[in-house]
């Protein structure tokens, strides 16, 4: 049988925040968390980038929540893509841009919040066909909750806490290792934008070769040259890489791939336009337009040692390049790049490395992409509307 569900305005007090009086600086100097959009990246909250006192509680619109209600986002320009949701484990306030949802009897919190979030979907429909970026309090009221015993409810919660803490585990693992290839340059290399071990300097275009990806049809878009066997890399492709380039979005027919070329895997790709001298290495022969240029290493370097210096100095070649309807650099800049060259043999240990960092990163991706999944099924077990009963994997 199909789990009884209940509205959640009979399960909840929905209580409103407020914003207390930016002219009393003071009342910004207590001890007591105030809640706001920028706090709920978390799921459990204990602290706030602000807090208020007492008196700023007393005389404004803000109300001391107790610990255990479920707080939810409802003014914000993140619910275009998301709903935030968490528990305050601690007494707080939030701001005008929250709800606080306060549970009756008949609901656990912790349980609610997952279905809260698992049904977030229905909830950002509602926004999506608003021009404000809000969650009317109507649509909050008439969301159906899937209601199964107090007993269920604290197990469902507690499997999907463990399962989310897991996947947690796995996100931060991932940040963690972000860096590592930057350290390690840093440690063998020095800085290389003051090139503080004075390596001897090279111009990039002595060091391999740089020439522009291609794309001389026009449109660029036309059907014909599109949905074939050929990757097709652009810009985004290159700068949501993470560093290797291991998807893409489109390809090129045979007459696509005819008036543009194929690069070879191992290729570096350097973003030009749109997204200036952001880096990824191609991990597959794949084709890409002029917005985007291709460097293959000499004998003196390698392309491992070249992107990690382009990381180094992305900033600045985005703060000075030329801005017309878009920012974008051109060939000759890259090409006149000062570039300090450690011996080889230096460059082509830091390349070992980098490739042992990316298997292990690359296991963490495949945990991260494991436990997400397990995740979101267990969401859709639990609370999503095709579910015909509440006895699933995710009771036990």
């Known amino acids: 049988m199909r789990c009884p569900g209940a509205l959640l305005d009979d399960l909840v007090t ?24 920028k706090d709920m990246k978390v799921w459990n909250i204990v602290d706030s980038q602000e807090r ?11 109300k001391l929540i107790d610990p255990n209600a479920v707080l939810v986002v409802t003014r914000s320009g993140v619910l275009k893509h998301t709903l935030p949701v968490a528990i305050n484990r601690v007494p707080v306030t939030i701001n005008q841009d929250l709800k606080a949802l306060i549970c009756g009897d008949r609901v656990f919190p912790d349980y609610l919040a997952r279905a809260v979030q ?27 909750i899937p209601l199964p015993t107090l007993v269920e409810q604290k197990t469902i919660a507690r499997t999907l806490e463990q399962i989310d803490r897991l996947r947690r585990t796995h996100r931060y693992a991932l940040e963690a290792t972000s860096s590592m290839a930057a350290s390690v340059f840093l440690e063998l290399f020095g800085n290389p934008r003051v090139n503080s071990r004075s390596w001897e300097v090279r111009r990039l275009e002595e060091l391999g070769d740089l020439d522009r990806g291609r794309s001389q049809h026009r449109p660029r878009n036309a059907p014909e040259l599109l949905g074939g066997p050929y990757p097709l890399i652009q810009t985004g492709d290159v700068a949501n890489s993470n560093g290797h380039i291991q998807t893409f979005k489109q390809t090129y027919s045979e007459l696509g791939l005819a008036q543009s070329k194929l690069w070879p895997k191992g290729t570096l790709c350097i973003t030009i336009a749109a997204n200036i001298a952001k880096t990824g290495i191609l991990l597959f022969d794949a084709c890409f337009p002029d917005s985007v240029v ?17 990381v180094f100095v992305q900033q600045h070649l985005e703060r000075t390049a030329p801005e017309s309807a878009q920012k974008n650099i051109n060939l000759e800049i890259l090409r006149d790049l000062r570039v300090p060259v450690p011996p080889k043999n230096l460059q082509d240990e830091f390349a070992k490395t980098v490739w042992k960092v990316e298997r292990l ?32 994997a995710v009771l036990r």
């Open 294 to 310: 291709g460097f293959t290493a000499n004998a003196e370097t390698n392309t491992e040692f070249i992107q990690a210096w382009f």
């Open 14 to 37: 929905i209580v409103g925040g407020g914003t207390p009086s930016t002219k009393r600086p003071e009342y910004f100097r207590g001890r007591i968390p105030w809640i706001s959009p």
């Open 361 to 392: 990163r690359a296991i963490q991706r495949e945990a991260l992409r494991q436990t997400e999944h397990l995740f979101g099924s267990l969401l859709d077990e639990a609370f999503g509307l095709d579910q015909g009963t509440m006895d699933s």
């Open 118 to 144: 698992a049904l977030s979907h229905k909830v950002l429909q509602a926004v999506r066909g608003t021009t404000a970026d809000n969650v009317p309090t109507d649509v909050l009221r008439s969301l159906e």
């Open 52 to 62: 208020v006192t007492k008196e700023a509680i007393e005389n404004s619109s803000t």
